[in-house]
């Protein structure tokens, strides 16, 4: 927090950005200091890589003014905004593994002698940028021998070449490890110090508040507020990321009866221990039939990769899973169907639906891939099962024939939901089922839940909307850090106690 | 995590650093290298005069056209893609060259012409590939159907070449002794010498690993994948076309049947000499090396004497299995 009062370097205000009809952004300002790390926090699909790719010029902003340094710009890209000082580090690295070191610091920007590369001097000219990073590696070696944490800090390393006053970090640290993190923040620190302004986008609080001196707050594309991050304790700001206010939550009715669960019941499914390096840590969880669990938390607590470990989709490699009593190894999407275990993806284009089959084919796909391709469903069956489903589940337009692609993003998710249905599963988990969808889809599918769950079906449900996990659930698994932190009942919870638990660990 | 203590204080750059260990990206190489030692170790032990001036010179003589088409693959294999086009060009500008030097063109514009040839298609395949984003095997495919059919459109029938002065060039030979030197050899030595230094003490070439490393990062690291994908084809088109002129020197004539098949044989030079077909990693030297391997074969089998010469083809196809089967466990064991 060094120089709070020097004038910007960059000034963004009332950014708009539009992908008609949609407005990605609308009004949103942003401030970024001279030595001091901003970190920019939002829910995803909040807008805060519209903001970056505004600022860096990918997107164009239909309305507002971004000035850099007190003179007004537009660049028209990445390598335009670099030439100006602004450099951005993303997620993934995106390096050349089969280069050595050297080349992927200097490259676009290399010594050069009669013509030709000198590499002598790219070699020592790379040693100096990367000591100044206290990276202790040979230039000389290829980037591949190593680590991922290294290289990234190899990335961050290529971005401060050259005159670098605004640093942009999206997401560095989501496949680093403790020790690694720590290294990047006194990297981060180091260069603040020198004057440089700091981006910061990360989903773990704790490292926000370890490392930001200030934050702007995004959500639903409008800005919440700037905030020093040492005035703003952990639970408010997750109320700001995840919005509307307490009261009108906790108006909301429930939909699902709390029910008693027969005492001495044994769960459909029951884990112990299950985790995955890496991915989640190990957890115990217990599913009952009838029964809705929710799964809250922020994006990157580990929620989805819960899911997948629960359904196959990703092997444990630590922990016993238990199908009504029997033991048994979710090793493939496969075996878990087996077990009755559907998993509707996060990823709906991607990983859900297939964009250019048929109504019909889509809802098909899984009971037939159970069945094998040697029998064939008879189509009067198909005909009807799939009169059934959507009428059943209302899905517009009501024609088995429609391609999948020229449906709504919430008819595509019921017709997913028809695919899994069809097969008659007894525990079917759903990841985001909810999202990108319409207010009135929403409740339809909201609605379609409860009424599994009171057939007698087990349902995990995951939403990034806490206030649609606290309607329907039965019980909520709170997650953060890719734990499972605790284990509440829904009938009784609020708000308050879920924004609690999930911002737990911010306080520090 | 190989990072020390994050330290501002200045820590002393040593000089130059000697490798204590041989960098994993030159195992490849000096794994043909080594199975080139021990082919002319064991022919030498085998049969007399095996080892002899006469029989190297020879090697590198009858495979200069093949060393100027592995350069040229290199270049393309290194961005990730392949030139399935090679054989064919060469042909074409064997029957180019055969052709209007019988029409009585003079050679200073014959040659020019027969290797631009081969420069055009290169040039035709990198637009292709780059701006219509059409897969490498089908484009090179499609332009070694066109340039085969090029050919017997100019000449379904072998062509004599008797021009004097192409035939001097041809025959120049400088001998060192027992070596031997033609002007063939000379010029893929060239080409050789070119072709490293360009990738290596050149932006353009840096570009070309940098792509097959990951054509998406190039471009985020700023640098000019376009053209230099283009470009990559270009030298392996004009590369074939010089390729070519190499043949119709040795040959002495002009025939739209040759080369068939010869792409292939590029490429397994290539992927002996240790360059991945994924791209990015591999020397334009062991090429050479890989060509000389696959020639050196031949050698032996020829020596041996009672061994029918399909042997060479068995012994290529089982170099070939070993030497991938040797860079996939490389790779294996990095990630």
């Given at each position: 927090?060094?120089?709070?009062?020097?004038?910007?370097?960059?000034?963004?205000?009332?950014?708009?950005?539009?992908?008609?009809?949609?407005?990605?952004?609308?009004?949103?300002?942003?401030?970024?200091?001279?030595?001091e790390?901003h970190?920019?926090?939002?829910?995803?699909?909040?807008?805060?890589?519209?903001?970056?790719k505004?600022?860096?010029?990918?997107?164009?902003?239909?309305?507002?003014?971004?000035?850099?340094?007190g003179?007004?710009?537009?660049?028209?890209?990445?390598?335009?905004?670099?030439?100006?000082?602004?450099?951005?580090?993303?997620?993934?690295?995106n390096?050349?593994?089969?280069?050595?070191v050297?080349?992927?610091?200097?490259?676009g920007?290399?010594?050069?002698?009669?013509?030709?590369?000198?590499?002598?001097a790219?070699?020592?000219?790379?040693?100096?940028?990367?000591e100044?990073?206290?990276?202790?590696?040979?230039p000389?070696?290829?980037?591949?021998?190593?680590?991922?944490a290294?290289?990234q800090l190899?990335?961050?390393?290529?971005?401060?070449?050259g005159?670098c006053?605004?640093?942009?970090l999206?997401?560095?640290?989501?496949?680093?490890?403790?020790?690694?993190?720590?290294?990047?923040?006194?990297v981060?620190?180091?260069?603040r110090?020198?004057?440089?302004a700091?981006?910061?986008?990360s989903?773990f609080?704790?490292?926000?508040?370890?490392?930001s001196?200030?934050m702007t707050?995004?959500?639903?594309?409008?800005?919440v507020?700037?905030?020093?991050?040492?005035?703003?304790?952990?639970?408010e700001?997750?109320?700001?990321?995840?919005?509307r206010?307490?009261?009108v939550?906790?108006?909301?009715?429930?939909?699902?009866?709390?029910?008693?669960?027969?005492?001495?019941?044994?769960?459909?499914?029951?884990?112990?221990?299950?985790?995955?390096?890496g991915?989640?840590?190990?957890?115990?969880?217990?599913?009952?039939?009838?029964?809705?669990?929710?799964?809250?938390?922020?994006?990157?607590?580990g929620?989805?990769?819960?899911?997948?470990?629960?359904?196959?989709a990703d092997?444990?490699?630590?922990?016993?899973?238990?199908?009504?009593?029997?033991?048994?190894?979710?090793?493939?999407?496969?075996?878990?169907?087996?077990?009755?275990?559907?998993?509707?993806?996060?990823?709906?284009?991607?990983?859900?639906?297939?964009?250019?089959?048929?109504?019909?084919?889509?809802?098909v796909l899984?009971?037939?891939?159970?069945?094998?391709?040697?029998?064939?469903?008879?189509?009067?069956?198909?005909?009807?099962?799939?009169?059934?489903?959507?009428q059943?589940?209302?899905?517009?337009?009501?024609?088995?024939e429609?391609l999948?692609?020229?449906?709504?993003?919430?008819n595509?998710?019921?017709?997913?939901?028809?695919?899994?249905?069809a097969?008659?599963?007894?525990?079917?988990?759903?990841?985001?089922?909810?999202?990108?969808?319409?207010?009135?889809?929403?409740?339809?599918?909201?609605?379609?839940?409860?009424?599994?769950a009171?057939?007698?079906?087990?349902?995990?449900?995951?939403?990034?909307e806490?206030?649609?996990v606290l309607?329907?659930?039965?019980?909520?698994?709170?997650?953060?850090d890719?734990?499972?932190?605790?284990?509440?009942d829904?009938?009784?919870?609020?708000m308050?106690?879920v924004?609690?638990?999930?911002?737990?660990?911010g306080?520090? | 995590?190989?990072?020390?203590?994050?330290?501002?204080?200045?820590?002393k750059?040593?000089?130059?650093?000697?490798?204590?260990?041989l960098?994993r990206?030159?195992?490849p190489?000096?794994?043909?290298?080594?199975?080139?030692?021990?082919?002319?170790?064991?022919?030498?032990?085998?049969?007399?005069?095996?080892?002899?001036?006469?029989?190297?010179?020879?090697?590198?003589?009858?495979?200069?056209?093949?060393?100027?088409?592995?350069?040229?693959?290199?270049?393309?294999?290194?961005?990730?893609?392949?030139?399935?086009?090679?054989?064919?060009?060469?042909?074409?500008?064997?029957v180019?060259?055969a052709?209007?030097l019988q029409?009585?063109?003079?050679?200073?514009v014959?040659?020019?012409?027969?290797?631009?040839?081969?420069t055009?298609?290169?040039?035709?395949?990198?637009v292709?590939?780059?701006?219509?984003?059409?897969?490498?095997?089908?484009?090179?495919?499609?332009?070694?159907?066109?340039?085969?059919?090029?050919?017997?459109?100019?000449?379904?029938?072998?062509?004599?070449i008797?021009?004097?002065?192409f035939?001097?060039?041809?025959?120049?030979?400088?001998?060192?002794?027992?070596?031997?030197?033609?002007?063939?050899?000379?010029?893929?030595?060239i080409?050789?010498?070119?072709g490293?230094?360009?990738?290596?003490?050149?932006r353009?070439?840096?570009?070309?690993y940098?792509?097959?490393?990951?054509?998406?990062?190039?471009?985020?690291?700023?640098?000019?994948?376009?053209r230099?994908?283009?470009?990559?084809?270009?030298?392996?088109?004009?590369?074939?076309g010089?390729?070519?002129?190499?043949?119709?020197?040795?040959?002495?004539?002009?025939?739209?049947?040759?080369?068939v098949?010869?792409?292939?044989?590029?490429?397994?030079?290539?992927?002996?000499?240790?360059?991945?077909?994924?791209?990015g990693?591999?020397?334009?030297?062991?090429?050479?090396?890989?060509?000389?391997?696959?020639?050196?074969?031949?050698?032996?089998?020829?020596?041996?004497?009672?061994?029918?010469s399909w042997?060479?083809?068995?012994?290529?196809?089982v170099?070939?299995?070993?030497?991938?089967?040797?860079?996939r466990?490389?790779?294996?064991?990095?990630?």
């Open positions: 927090m060094t120089q709070q009062t020097a004038p910007p370097v960059v000034e963004m205000t009332g950014i708009s950005v539009e992908f008609p009809p949609v407005k990605a952004l609308d009004g949103v300002d942003l401030h970024l200091r001279p030595g790390i970190a920019l926090m939002g829910e995803n699909g909040a807008g805060k890589s519209t903001l970056i505004a600022l860096t010029g990918i997107y164009s902003p239909t309305a507002g003014t971004i000035l850099v340094d003179v007004e710009r537009r660049f028209t890209g990445p390598a335009d905004a670099r030439a100006h000082g602004i450099s951005t580090v993303y997620q993934e690295v390096l050349c593994e089969n280069l050595t050297a080349e992927n610091i200097m490259l920007a290399e010594p050069r002698l009669l013509g030709g590369l000198n590499w002598r790219m070699r020592r000219q790379a040693a100096v940028h990367l100044h990073m206290g990276l202790d590696i040979d000389a070696s290829s980037l591949g021998s190593h680590s991922l290294v290289q190899v990335a961050i390393c290529r971005a401060t070449v005159d006053k605004v640093l942009i999206d997401e560095p640290t989501s496949s680093l490890d403790t020790d690694e993190v720590e290294h990047l923040f006194t981060m620190r180091a260069l110090d020198d004057g440089v700091i981006l910061f986008v989903h609080l704790d490292q926000i508040y370890e490392v001196d200030r707050v995004l959500r639903n594309g409008g800005l507020g700037e905030f020093v991050t040492a005035d703003l304790p952990a639970a700001l997750v109320q700001h990321m995840i919005g206010s307490m009261e939550l906790e108006a909301a009715e429930e939909v699902v009866e709390h029910a008693e669960r027969p005492a001495g019941a044994t769960p459909l499914l029951q884990v112990v221990g299950l985790g995955r390096k991915s989640v840590q190990p957890f115990d969880l217990d599913l009952y039939e009838g029964e809705v669990v929710g799964l809250a938390g922020l994006l990157g607590s929620r989805t990769e819960l899911a997948r470990l629960l359904t196959g092997r444990a490699d630590v922990g016993q899973a238990r199908v009504a009593g029997k033991p048994t190894r979710l090793r493939t999407p496969r075996v878990a169907m087996g077990h009755g275990i559907a998993y509707t993806s996060e990823d709906r284009k991607g990983e859900g639906v297939v964009d250019g089959l048929t109504v019909r084919e889509n809802i899984a009971l037939q891939a159970e069945r094998g391709w040697m029998r064939p469903l008879p189509r009067k069956q198909v005909d009807e099962l799939v009169a059934k489903y959507i059943q589940l209302g899905i517009r337009p009501a024609n088995p429609a999948l692609r020229n449906l709504s993003g919430g595509q998710q019921k017709v997913l939901l028809a695919r899994w249905l097969t008659a599963p007894r525990l079917l988990v759903l990841d985001e089922p909810t999202r990108g969808i319409d207010v009135g889809a929403k409740a339809e599918i909201q609605k379609l839940v409860a009424d599994l009171a057939d007698g079906m087990s349902v995990v449900f995951i939403s990034a806490l206030e649609e309607r329907i659930s039965h019980r909520i698994t709170v997650m953060r890719r734990r499972k932190v605790a284990e509440i829904g009938g009784g919870a609020t308050d106690q924004v609690d638990l999930i911002a737990g660990g306080t520090k | 995590m190989t990072t020390s203590a994050p330290a501002r204080t200045p820590r750059l040593g000089g130059v650093k000697i490798p204590t260990r960098d990206r030159y195992l190489v000096v794994g043909t290298f080594v199975v080139l030692a021990l082919m002319l170790i064991v022919g030498g032990s085998r049969y007399e005069n095996f080892l002899t001036p006469a029989v190297v010179s020879n090697l590198f003589i009858n495979n200069a056209h093949l060393i100027v088409l592995a350069v040229g693959m290199t270049f393309v294999i290194l961005t990730g893609g392949i030139d399935l086009s090679v054989g064919s060009v060469l042909a074409l500008s064997t180019i060259t052709a209007l029409a009585g063109w003079p050679p200073a014959v040659i020019p012409v027969a290797v631009a040839a081969g055009v298609i290169g040039l035709a395949h990198g292709m590939i780059h701006y219509f984003q059409v897969q490498p095997f089908v484009a090179t495919l499609a332009g070694m159907f066109f340039a085969r059919g090029l050919c017997f459109l100019i000449a379904p029938e072998s062509i004599a008797d021009n004097a002065s035939a001097e060039l041809a025959t120049w030979v400088q001998i060192f002794g027992e070596w031997r030197m033609t002007s063939s050899v000379l010029i893929a030595l080409v050789l010498g070119l490293f230094v360009v990738l290596h003490l050149t353009f070439g840096r570009t070309v940098a792509i097959g490393g990951g054509e998406q990062s190039a471009l985020l690291m700023g640098l000019p994948v376009a230099t994908k283009v470009l990559a084809y270009v030298v392996s088109g004009t590369c074939a010089l390729g070519g002129l190499l043949f119709a020197m040795a040959q002495r004539s002009g025939y739209s049947l040759t080369g098949g010869m792409e292939l044989d590029a490429i397994a030079a290539v992927v002996i000499g240790g360059t991945l077909l994924t791209g990693t591999g020397f334009v030297l062991g090429s050479v090396l890989g060509v000389l391997v696959l020639g050196l074969i031949q050698t032996i089998i020829t020596f041996e004497g009672t061994l029918s042997w060479t083809r068995i012994v290529i196809g170099l070939l299995l070993i030497f991938v089967l040797l860079q466990a490389l790779t294996l064991r990095r990630t």
